[in-house]
């Protein structure tokens, strides 16, 4: 689990190569976890929801979430090409996730596949 999550942001720019299931899953499952955490803590801590503006300290919490949602999303894209290459497939597969319902399904079940002998290593 922890070694999984130290690839995921060791590769954050990596698009070529594979990645596992576990090495998807885990930082995927850890990623939202921690967000959650996070943003109900931050929230706690400020009294009201972290979109509403009120001072210069909300504003700054408010952009450091946008900056880091940015980051984490740019990691979960990668990793996700990674593990589509990991399945044989083309990194374009993504765009499937673009069809509502049946895009979001199929891109699941890509997800979940097991890995083949592949030639993005």
Known sequence: MISSYKKFWNNIFNFSSTSSRSDYWWPVIINYILSGLIISIIQKMMGHPIEDIYNLTDLTA??????????????TFTVK?????????????????????????????????????????
Do not use: C, E, Q
């Open 62 to 75: 408010n952009w450091a979430l946008y900056i880091i949602s940015i980051i984490v999303w740019i990691g």
């Open 81 to 121: 090409v990674r593990r589509l290459h990991d399945t044989d497939r083309s990194g374009w597969w993504l765009l499937i996730d673009l069809i509502p319902v049946i895009g979001t399904i199929w891109f699941f079940i890509l997800m979940i596949l097991p890995s083949k002998r592949s030639r993005w290593n």
